[in-house]
């Protein structure tokens, strides 16, 4: 066993991209298990009747807690008492975090016995029983830690502490703040209360509230078998509409907001509904009774069912309702809805971002939709051999690497199959993909039936090589010679390559005429291959794939080298110019945070080695070392800023990264704003503030003819 529950777990992951701004949003898809149904949408009388919820809902699920919270945050105290139900006899293993003392535990009336310490969390093994149902009675109190509110989104992610205050309380399921039992999915009725002034949520349907100069009391049901449990508590102010779904039946939509972003409420909730209407009409209902946007005091960001958490800063930003937003209410349909088969590979972060990220770009114009496919690939490129998986490993984000795997590849995937077989076709298999597999644990394999069925085509090719290949496609465009044009018709031969073992691709062609550009798609499935393409004018040139809608490994020069390559790839070495003192201690946290691992270290004085390199200095240090190697600063930047940071592609194609900075003022000033610039193949900075940035110009694989 271990402290935490990796096979029942959702996983964190992130769910928007760098901004430059703030961290990450993340996204916490709670892993729910076995098929539920209409028990999510209990009519709010039968609800709080004398528990006739929980009735039918023990039924469904093998595991029931029943939670009595009391949390007070000025003091960061819980104390708390759970009766947990478990239908199954096999034994079990009742954990609870360390931190926690335990006033009372009683099995089946006795009590029981003595535990053991696994890490953070303290367990007991309760054999097997026949008899059922089995009772467990626990009762707990303990000490929150102290809400930190200097911590960045990926230090809160790391943390799994439950943590309290007045602006706030975050008890992540991870930290074993509520007993629970390992491995096992279970379904909820939480009360909770805290001192007045203060409100709190957890996900699911609120059942009950009230609030009085004694405290507020809340009790919350999620009565389908789920992950875990997430509190978050603070002096909310909420704002409350009630909007009808697709099918009529009611959706309460809330914002548990703090006073400072109160005033967003309204916005925020226009959107929810906005997006909930788009995906109910792509999809199908909204399979849930509410939906909340909880602010939280530090700059973080979780989806789970029926709620998004997200911090008080993030919420300001003008493009979270407008992407990020969309993509957790999205969840609720692929991964709180249909649950991704995490052993067989998570689909649902690449399906949710196409059908929310890449959607919204794709509404904002052609253009906006190809840099965002143009950053998939370029980011793709920018990885090391040892860094692709197949797109069946994925199951969650933990770290660069993944997310340019399992969101972005797999968002191209989806996005190569709707050219393939057509919008509409493509929208009914997903509709019927949904109402099959709702609240169903669905695979890979599940939804290449649902894309074969609604197509009527063999689909085992395209799924396979994309699944199961890691890497990329390399397609080069050889050659193209123009035919001599035969009454009136003009062709073209162009010859295509890939190395073995081939993969089976359609490959869009560009050809320009003097009449304008047109696409001929082809089908590539050997490692050369010679394709004869018709046009009515004379053809002038040839362009391989130029809107970027083939998932494949750009060449050189189709893409630039960015920042990211440094900062992702991990044969990446790093050279330190300054030898000691503060310089190189600025150097060296600034390449930490850089490349979030202690960096790989090589002396100035070696020669330049065969894989991605960051050098790191003070600009005469910078100069110096440039001309010893031959190189130069760029001209363009020549005396810019405070700071400077560029790419270059040396002669054997490996990426250089340097970083130069006037003095250790300016060098210290980037150790924040600089990691948000992967994206881009230079930056000037003033200080901290970037004040120019942008990405080499890249040239596409083109033949012209003559
Ligand atoms: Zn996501």
């Given at each position: 066993?271990?402290?935490?529950?990796?096979?029942?777990?959702?996983t964190?992951?992130?769910?928007?991209?760098?901004?430059?701004?703030v961290?990450?949003?993340v996204?916490?898809?709670?892993?729910?298990?076995?098929?539920?149904?209409?028990?999510?949408?209990?009519?709010?009388?039968?609800?709080?009747?004398?528990?006739s919820?929980?009735?039918?809902?023990r039924?469904?699920?093998?595991?029931?807690?029943?939670?009595r919270?009391?949390?007070?945050?000025l003091?960061?105290?819980?104390?708390?008492?759970?009766?947990?139900?478990?239908?199954?006899?096999?034994?079990?293993?009742?954990?609870?975090?360390?931190?926690?003392e335990?006033?009372?535990?009683?099995?089946?009336?006795?009590?029981?016995?003595?535990?053991?310490?696994?890490?953070?969390?303290?367990?007991?093994?309760?054999?097997?029983?026949?008899?059922?149902?089995?009772?467990?009675?626990i009762?707990?109190?303990g000490?929150?830690?102290?809400?930190?509110?200097?911590?960045?989104?990926?230090?809160?992610?790391?943390?799994?502490?439950?943590?309290?205050?007045?602006?706030?309380?975050?008890?992540?399921?991870?930290?074993?703040?509520?007993?629970?039992l390992?491995?096992?999915?279970?379904?909820?009725?939480?009360?909770?209360?805290?001192?007045?002034?203060?409100?709190g949520?957890?996900?699911?349907?609120?059942?009950?509230?009230?609030?009085?100069?004694?405290?507020?009391?809340?009790?919350?049901?999620?009565?389908?078998?789920?992950?875990?449990?997430?509190?978050?508590?603070?002096p909310?102010?909420v704002?409350?509409?009630?909007?009808r779904?697709a099918?009529?039946?009611?959706?309460?939509?809330?914002?548990?907001?703090?006073?400072?972003v109160?005033?967003?409420?309204?916005?925020?909730?226009?959107?929810?509904?906005?997006?909930?209407?788009?995906?109910?009409?792509?999809?199908?209902?909204?399979p849930?009774?509410?939906?909340?946007?909880?602010?939280?005091?530090?700059?973080t960001?979780?989806?789970?069912?029926?709620?998004?958490?997200?911090?008080?800063?993030?919420?300001?930003?003008?493009?979270?309702?407008?992407?990020?937003l969309?993509h957790?209410?999205l969840?609720?349909?692929?991964?709180?809805?249909?649950?991704?088969?995490?052993?067989?590979?998570?689909?649902?972060?690449?399906?949710?971002?196409?059908?929310?990220?890449?959607?919204?770009?794709e509404?904002?114009?052609?253009?906006?939709?190809?840099?965002?496919?143009?950053?998939?690939?370029?980011?793709?490129?920018?990885?090391?051999?040892s860094?692709?998986?197949?797109?069946?490993?994925?199951?969650?984000?933990?770290?660069?690497?993944?997310?340019?795997?399992?969101y972005?590849?797999?968002?191209?995937?989806?996005l190569?199959?709707?050219?393939?077989?057509?919008?509409?076709?493509?929208?009914?298999?997903?509709?019927?993909?949904?109402?099959?597999?709702?609240?169903?644990?669905?695979?890979?394999?599940?939804?290449?039936?649902?894309?074969e069925?609604?197509?009527?085509?063999?689909?085992?090719?395209?799924f396979?090589?994309?699944?199961?290949?890691?890497?990329?496609?390399?397609?080069?465009?050889?050659?193209?010679?123009?035919?001599?044009?035969?009454?009136?018709?003009?062709?073209?031969?162009?010859?295509?390559?890939?190395?073995?073992?081939?993969?089976?691709?359609?490959?869009?062609?560009?050809?320009?005429?003097?009449?304008?550009?047109?696409?001929?798609?082809?089908?590539?499935?050997?490692t050369q291959?010679?394709?004869?393409i018709?046009?009515?004018v004379?053809?002038?040139?040839?362009?391989?794939?130029?809107?970027?809608?083939?998932?494949?490994?750009?060449?050189?020069?189709?893409?630039?080298p960015?920042?990211?390559?440094?900062?992702?790839n991990?044969?990446?070495?790093?050279?330190?110019?300054?030898?000691?003192?503060?310089?190189?201690?600025?150097?060296?946290?600034?390449?930490?945070?850089?490349?979030?691992?202690?960096?790989?270290?090589?002396?100035?004085?070696?020669?330049?080695?065969?894989?991605?390199?960051?050098?790191i200095?003070?600009?005469?240090?910078?100069?110096?070392?440039?001309?010893?190697?031959?190189?130069?600063?760029?001209?363009?930047?020549?005396?810019?800023?405070?700071?400077?940071?560029?790419?270059?592609?040396?002669s054997?194609?490996?990426?250089?990264?340097?970083?130069?900075?006037?003095?250790?003022e300016?060098?210290t000033?980037?150790?924040?704003?600089?990691?948000?610039?992967g994206?881009?193949?230079?930056v000037?900075?003033?200080?901290?503030?970037?004040?120019?940035?942008?990405?080499?110009?890249?040239?596409?694989?083109a033949?012209?003819?003559?």
């Amino acid at each position: 066993m271990s402290a935490t529950r990796p096979m029942m777990k959702g996983t964190r992951s992130s769910c928007i991209p760098d901004s430059g701004k703030v961290a990450r949003i993340v996204s916490y898809v709670s892993l729910l298990i076995v098929g539920i149904t209409a028990i999510l949408s209990f009519p709010a009388a039968q609800a709080a009747e004398s528990g006739s919820a929980q009735e039918v809902s023990r039924v469904d699920s093998p595991v029931h807690y029943d939670i009595r919270v009391h949390i007070d945050p000025l003091e960061r105290t819980l104390k708390g008492r759970s009766v947990i139900t478990a239908n199954t006899r096999e034994e079990l293993t009742l954990v609870i975090g360390r931190r926690f003392e335990v006033l009372k535990a009683r099995v089946d009336g006795e009590s029981i016995g003595s535990s053991a310490t696994v890490g953070a969390m303290r367990a007991w093994r309760i054999p097997e029983e026949e008899k059922l149902p089995r009772r467990i009675e626990i009762e707990w109190r303990g000490e929150l830690s102290p809400l930190d509110t200097s911590l960045d989104h990926r230090q809160t992610l790391g943390q799994n502490e439950p943590v309290s205050g007045e602006s706030g309380t975050f008890l992540p399921d991870s930290s074993g703040w509520y007993p629970y039992l390992a491995g096992e999915l279970a379904s909820y009725d939480l009360s909770m209360e805290l001192p007045a002034g203060q409100r709190g949520v957890v996900a699911g349907r609120l059942a009950e509230e009230s609030e009085s100069p004694q405290g507020f009391r809340a009790r919350f049901e999620f009565p389908a078998p789920t992950g875990g449990i997430d509190l978050m508590a603070g002096p909310y102010i909420v704002e409350t509409r009630t909007i009808r779904s697709a099918g009529g039946k009611p959706i309460v939509l809330r914002t548990y907001f703090h006073r400072e972003v109160a005033d967003l409420a309204g916005e925020y909730l226009d959107s929810v509904k906005g997006y909930i209407d788009l995906y109910e009409s792509r999809i199908g209902a909204y399979p849930f009774t509410e939906f909340s946007i909880v602010s939280s005091p530090t700059p973080t960001g979780f989806g789970m069912p029926t709620l998004t958490y997200l911090g008080l800063e993030v919420l300001r930003l003008p493009f979270i309702r407008a992407t990020s937003l969309g993509h957790e209410v999205l969840h609720n349909w692929w991964g709180n809805g249909v649950y991704p088969d995490y052993a067989k590979g998570n689909w649902s972060e690449g399906l949710t971002t196409f059908m929310a990220d890449y959607a919204y770009k794709e509404r904002e114009s052609d253009a906006a939709a190809r840099e965002m496919r143009q950053g998939w690939l370029r980011d793709f490129a920018a990885l090391s051999p040892s860094q692709y998986a197949p797109l069946k490993s994925f199951t969650s984000r933990t770290h660069g690497a993944s997310q340019i795997v399992g969101y972005n590849k797999a968002a191209m995937v989806f996005l190569m199959l709707r050219d393939l077989l057509g919008r509409e076709t493509f929208d009914r298999a997903l509709q019927t993909f949904w109402r099959e597999q709702r609240f169903r644990v669905a695979s890979w394999e599940d939804l290449q039936r649902a894309f074969e069925t609604a197509s009527g085509r063999n689909l085992h090719v395209f799924f396979d090589q994309w699944l199961t290949r890691s890497g990329a496609p390399i397609v080069r465009l050889t050659k193209a010679v123009r035919m001599k044009a035969e009454g009136g018709s003009h062709h073209v031969l162009v010859t295509l390559e890939q190395p073995e073992p081939a993969y089976r691709l359609r490959v869009p062609i560009a050809v320009h005429t003097q009449q304008g550009e047109k696409i001929h798609t082809v089908d590539l499935e050997n490692t050369q291959q010679v394709f004869s393409i018709e046009t009515d004018v004379a053809p002038l040139e040839v362009i391989l794939d130029p809107d970027l809608r083939l998932f494949r490994h750009l060449m050189p020069q189709e893409a630039t080298p960015i920042l990211r390559q440094v900062m992702v790839n991990k044969t990446t070495v790093t050279v330190l110019l300054p030898e000691s003192g503060p310089a190189r201690d600025a150097a060296e946290i600034l390449a930490t945070k850089l490349q979030h691992r202690a960096p790989k270290l090589i002396p100035g004085t070696d020669n330049m080695p065969a894989t991605p390199t960051l050098v790191i200095g003070l600009q005469d240090q910078v100069d110096a070392w440039l001309a010893r190697h031959e190189l130069h600063r760029p001209e363009d930047m020549m005396g810019k800023g405070s700071a400077q940071a560029w790419t270059t592609r040396l002669s054997d194609s490996t990426t250089l990264a340097v970083v130069s900075a006037r003095d250790i003022e300016s060098l210290t000033a980037l150790t924040r704003p600089l990691p948000h610039y992967g994206r881009q193949s230079y930056v000037v900075f003033e200080g901290a503030k970037a004040v120019s940035r942008g990405t080499w110009p890249t040239r596409p694989q083109a033949v012209k003819l003559d």
